[in-house]
């Protein structure tokens, strides 16, 4: 018996409901998947940014105690410096807290101030890494202008440096945002050779510093070492910088934390300067041949 033409179209606008369903179900389920994902990543760089605001505050702790306790040195061996934590491994992810001194290289905005001695502290360091020997003039031209520099970087742009002089200098120099004197009890061994411009002191103090951990001025005295001005033994301005990865997603920050006397004459630490955190997700493994 053959089929009836109505029963053959009434079959088509089954099957084409059954198509236009299952592509209907397809894309709900798809972007339920996408939300969810897409919850799991707002969850887990909301736990990195908990993380992060958690190591600033441990370091700004344990430097306002500091202020207090010890105020005549800042030195590597103190609980300050000892605040950082090496990369571990944390539910889901993995936790690093770096403090260093900043005052421990020599900061390039003392220039308009501290005249030929800086001037010439710069060349030694310029001459010392090895870099051209105009880097020193055309940082020193840069800084008649009233503006301080404000990062390291913008010596590319300011100065005339290409971006590996910068790295390069920023092994011994740094910006901050007022004059500071560079801390001998944190400068690398090469800057305190630098700092003296005498091989024979320089080797006595990293001696005396590398047995008990720190400098005081009697150790100068004894050592018969006289320091020019612009060093000292104390500090304001330490950089700590946390990274988290929680699942897929990893977070940095950068802060430049700032010692100074508060309200009432008590001890403050805050936060002067924080490079945003950037989400990052974490590049997919490469498939490997069994």
Do not use: H
């Amino acid at each position: 018996m053959p089929r009836e033409p109505e029963k053959g179209v009434v079959l088509i606008n089954v099957l084409v409901i059954l198509a236009l369903t299952a592509s209907v179900v397809y894309a709900m389920i798809s972007l339920s998947d996408l939300a969810i994902l897409r919850s799991q990543r707002f969850s887990a760089a909301g736990q990195a940014l908990a993380l992060i605001s958690g190591g600033e505050a441990s370091a700004i702790v344990a430097l306002r105690r500091d202020m207090t306790e010890a105020p005549q040195t800042d030195n590597l061996r103190e609980p300050w410096a000892l605040v950082g934590q090496q990369e571990v491994p944390i539910e889901g992810g993995s936790f690093a807290l770096q403090i260093a001194d900043a005052q421990a290289k020599f900061n390039l905005n003392n220039l308009p101030q501290s005249g030929a001695l800086g001037a010439q502290t710069l060349q030694r360091i310029v001459a010392l890494l090895d870099l051209p020997a105009d880097v020193g003039p055309r940082i020193a031209a840069r800084l008649t202008q009233p503006q301080p520099l404000v990062r390291m970087a913008d010596l590319v742009a300011e100065a005339g440096l290409t971006p590996d002089e910068v790295t390069r200098l920023a092994q011994l120099a740094t910006v901050l945002p007022s004059r500071t004197d560079i801390n001998i009890n944190t400068a690398p061994d090469v800057l305190l050779a630098v700092i003296t411009d005498n091989p024979v002191q320089a080797r006595s103090l990293q001696g005396i510093r590398k047995r008990q951990g720190f400098l005081t001025p009697k150790d100068l005295a004894a050592a018969n070492v006289i320091l020019a001005s612009g060093v000292g033994f104390v500090s304001r301005y330490f950089e700590v910088t946390v990274d988290v990865t929680i699942a897929d997603t990893a977070q940095s920050m950068q802060s430049i934390l700032q010692r100074r006397t508060g309200r009432g004459g008590q001890p403050e630490v805050v936060a002067i300067f924080r490079q945003s955190p950037q989400v990052a997700a974490k590049p997919p493994q490469a498939a490997t041949s069994p």
